[in-house]
């Protein structure tokens, strides 16, 4: 049982480039969740999704983009990367009543 | 708007103090509430939950937290702190009516030897 997992676990971008954080859970969770923690600080909220087809906007939501095809998947966008987006990005899985469960993060720096 | 405030950025105690990081809550109905905790360059652990039922929850390593409705607080506790326990701690609550998960912005503690 993998639990949840994230890719790449580092990356190094270029300003303008784009890429897709990965993440997907094998505990059949339907709520879904991206944040992203700067050094130092908490986690603020990207997107989150309560199931397939359904996303929600964060606090932060300005340079992403997520879906959400599946109940397993759900891939977070990056376009035209900024150095604001140097981050650590986690995502994680929950059930109604259940906590959530965290992947190990991906650690961003854009340059 | 659902929030959640640790109003104390840092917390230190001496190694055998009881140790206590402060969380109160805002939510429209009633709060799903979780502690956190991450060490230096990991990803966060779980340590305990209110759902429901009795107030005080009991959790991993030795911590406890109570849940008080009045006050909207959900205070992280250890009797006696560890060496092991610096770390920065997390709150966070969902409402039960909701799926959205808060965090808040998270509490260092450094217990010294």
């Known amino acids: 049982n993998a639990g949840v997992t994230q890719t790449p676990k580092f990356r190094i971008l270029k300003i303008g480039q784009s890429m897709t954080l990965q993440c997907t859970q094998d505990m059949n969770h339907n709520y879904m969740y991206w944040y992203r923690q700067d050094p130092g600080m908490g986690l603020k909220l990207i997107y989150y999704?309560?199931?397939?087809?359904?996303?929600d906007k964060g606090e932060v939501p300005n340079g992403y983009n997520v879906s959400r095809s599946t109940t397993e998947d759900f891939p977070l966008r990056l376009e035209l990367a900024a150095p604001s987006q140097t981050s650590v990005y986690f995502c994680a899985s929950s059930s109604s009543a259940t906590e959530a469960f965290f992947g190990q993060g991906t650690r961003l720096t854009v340059v | 708007a659902q929030s959640v405030a640790q109003p104390e950025d840092q917390v230190n105690v001496a190694e055998g103090n009881p140790l206590t990081v402060k969380c109160t809550y805002s939510?429209?109905?009633?709060?799903?509430l979780f502690w956190y905790v991450q060490y230096p360059n990991r990803g966060l652990q779980f340590l305990l939950k209110y759902i429901t039922g009795d107030n005080l929850v009991k959790g991993s390593y030795g911590f406890e937290a109570e849940f008080n409705k009045s006050q909207t607080s959900f205070h992280l506790k250890k009797p006696s702190a560890l060496v092991s326990d610096s770390a920065l701690y997390f709150c966070a609550v969902r409402d039960i009516n909701d799926y959205k998960l808060s965090f808040g912005a998270g509490t260092t503690v450094t217990v010294r030897a």
């Open positions: 999704s309560v199931g397939a087809g359904i996303t």
């Open positions: 939510v429209s109905g009633n709060p799903y």
